[in-house]
């Protein structure tokens, strides 16, 4: 009897909880500089929210209305919040990019993102002006579900974040990275890596529980390999998709996946297990003498009992999550009326530097964001060719459905991200096999899933291929990207346009937004082409471009000679070759500094002067010191 009234009391109160009016959450973000040291090797400048840093942790219900006021106190960035997997249906101009959805927020300017969040699951925020949010500006965002489909199974929920950490600041890294002295574009390697944003992290749990573990990785670069000493999970939601629950007991997960499992704890509670992440290092160009790839965190049956000894993995063989099925059993998106290809490349550029290239294109900001292009263009908004060149974009019609084939033609891993949707994930080819061959679905030698995967953010393997399609249901400008942040920052970046006609009757973009442009010196133009043409929306020119290709025959190693040969002729022993491996004119090698400068500056640092110190905090002076003597 007292077992079916406590039954009927908490069907009733899930019953009450469903019919709970929906909350708007209100915070006031000053987004400041604060030192910190999360691997215990090193102070250092990170990006903090109102003087503290783990940033926090948004917890919102499905309904529920979000209105964040950034204030930008960094004295010497600007800055911008991106929802990392929110589909932002109706609410474009909150998507958070910087140059795609609104301008950079300059320092000492404000800007209000308020929308309302109607998917659950598990995501996390971060700077979305390029090359920022590693340095501190990221944290998890979750969507609580009074109807998550496994409600039944979950006594708790708990959250784990993953991140790879490096000790010197993003705008001194980016400037070595995108450098001739780096023509292969070898990508810095992090210093560390943390669990919750530290490292040795003791987590409480309760023998004989089921916990809904949310794990994300925040990370710049590194994928994680996650699993727990003496446990298994269940799978049950990536990216903020349910999926039918499927056991794994080891993950891979690149930066920006999210993963949620069931963790059911032992009955015992004799001994405490290792919670292990593993940076991937084949990754990594060269991994430098001492790095530690692991963070250990410790789940606690009994605090008095020794923390463990992680377990040693010989080789890894992760849950491949192309076998897993969305909960609502989505079928396939079937014709497709357009058909994207991507091919990834490397290369470099007449400036020396290594860049990144779908299809030929390596992307460049616009002068206007793209959407404010798409708002005024009248017409002329379906007309690709408004957004400039190096955005790479694609006008897409309302409710079509689109087929992305990315054809990874280097060897290196890439987590490939939408903005706006969650992708059905229908091939993925192996390493090495090469370019998508379309014959191979018609002979029948690939059969697609009838109820593919879904989510935001997808592995390619090196020389691999992936094929992914979505619902173009979501009108805006939407960016699809790689999710390593270098390759960001050296243009891994195309767009899409989505019924851009629907924008212009449904949008309006809130003053406060047109304030920020205004702030940045020199203002953004909010009306006009790529190019801020607002007479001749055709005409492009004056558009932001990426430099002039390489003189034909120049290869990455004649830059690595070249390179050599400078470093030979600075130490004195051979100033002649210098001239004769100069096929990059002078001016080039001179145009490289300038165009390091004007890197940064599209990607928002508007001072840089002092941030690759060490011990001497970036630029705004003042703002540093308060932050240090906090
Ligand atoms: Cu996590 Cu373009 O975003």
Redesign the pocket.
């Known amino acids: 009897m007292a077992l079916s009234l406590s039954n009927f009391l908490v069907s009733s109160i899930i019953l009450l909880t469903a019919f709970v009016a929906a909350e708007t959450h209100t915070y006031d973000f000053s987004i400041g500089w604060v030192i910190r040291n999360p691997d215990g090797q090193k102070d250092r400048p990170v990006i903090g929210i109102n003087g503290e840093w783990p940033i926090p942790k948004i917890d919102v219900t499905i309904g529920d209305r979000l209105i964040v006021n950034v204030k930008n106190d960094l004295g010497n960035e600007s800055t911008s919040l ?1 929802w ?2 929110l589909y932002q249906n109706g609410t474009n101009h909150m998507d958070g ?1 910087a140059q795609g959805t609104q301008c950079q927020i300059a320092p000492g300017a404000s800007f209000t993102y308020s929308f309302t969040v109607d998917q659950p699951g598990t995501y ?1 925020y ?1 700077s ?1 002006v390029g090359g920022q949010y590693p340095d501190g500006l990221r944290g998890p965002l979750i969507v609580h579900d009074p109807e998550n489909p496994y409600a039944d199974l979950i006594d708790e929920e708990l959250i784990v974040t993953l991140s790879d950490w490096y000790h010197e600041q993003m705008p001194p890294l980016i400037a070595k990275f995108l450098s001739v002295s780096n023509p292969t574009g070898a990508e810095p390697v992090p210093q560390s890596a943390l669990m919750n944003d530290t490292q040795g992290l003791q987590i409480p749990v309760e023998p004989n529980k089921t916990y809904f573990l949310r794990i994300v990785n925040m990370a710049a670069f590194a994928a994680q390999y996650f699993w727990i000493d003496g446990h298994t999970f269940r799978i049950i939601e990536v990216d903020g998709v349910y999926h039918e629950p499927t056991e794994a007991s080891l993950l891979y997960i690149t930066a ?1 996946q999210r993963y949620g499992v069931l963790l059911t704890t032992k009955n015992e509670t004799d001994a405490n297990f290792a919670i292990m992440g593993s940076m991937d290092q084949d990754l990594f160009d060269q991994i430098p003498d001492g790095l530690n790839p692991n963070v250990t965190s410790y789940l606690v049956y009994d605090a008095s009992l020794p923390m463990p000894e992680p377990s040693e993995i010989e080789e890894f063989d992760p849950f491949d999550d192309m076998e897993l099925v969305p909960t609502d059993g989505e079928e396939l998106y079937t014709d497709p009326s357009l058909i994207v290809q991507l091919d990834v490349l490397m290369d470099n550029l007449g400036d020396g530097a290594n860049y990144a290239f779908f299809s030929g294109i390596t992307y460049v900001a616009p002068k206007v964001p793209s959407l404010y292009t798409a708002l005024t263009a009248g017409e002329f908004a379906t007309n690709a060719s408004v957004y400039g060149t190096n955005t790479h974009s694609f006008v897409l019609e309302h409710n079509s459905v689109v087929e992305i084939v990315l054809n990874n033609q280097d060897p290196g891993k890439h987590p490939f ?1 939408l ?1 706006g949707h969650a992708f059905q994930t229908i091939l993925r080819g192996e390493e090495e096999s090469g370019d998508f061959d379309p014959e191979s679905v018609t002979n029948g030698s690939v059969v697609y899933p009838t109820k593919p995967m879904r989510r935001d953010v997808i592995l390619v393997r090196p020389n691999g291929h992936l094929v992914m399609r979505f619902r173009a249901d979501n009108p805006g400008v939407w ?1 699809f ?1 790689c ?1 390593i942040e270098w390759h ?1 920052d050296s243009g891994l970046i195309m767009q899409f346009v989505e019924a851009p006609l629907v924008l212009q009757e449904t949008l309006t973009i809130p003053e406060d937004h047109f304030a920020a442009c205004a702030a940045v010196s020199p203002p953004v133009p909010t009306i006009g082409n790529a190019a801020a043409n607002t007479k001749d929306y055709l005409d492009l020119t004056g558009q932001n471009l990426p430099h002039a290709p390489l003189p034909s025959g120049f290869t990455a190693r004649g830059i690595v000679a070249l390179v050599f040969s400078i470093i030979a002729g600075l130490v004195g022993v051979a100033v002649i070759a210098w001239y004769g491996m100069g096929e990059m004119s002078q001016l080039e090698k001179e145009k490289q500094v300038d165009h390091v400068q004007h890197v940064a500056a599209d990607r928002g640092v508007v001072s840089r002067t002092n941030t690759a110190a060490e011990g001497d905090v970036a630029g705004g002076g003042d703002v540093i010191s308060e932050a240090r003597a906090k």
Do not use: I, R, Y
């Open positions: 991106h990392h997997g990019v996390w971060h979305h920006a991200h903005h960016l990207h999710h960001v």
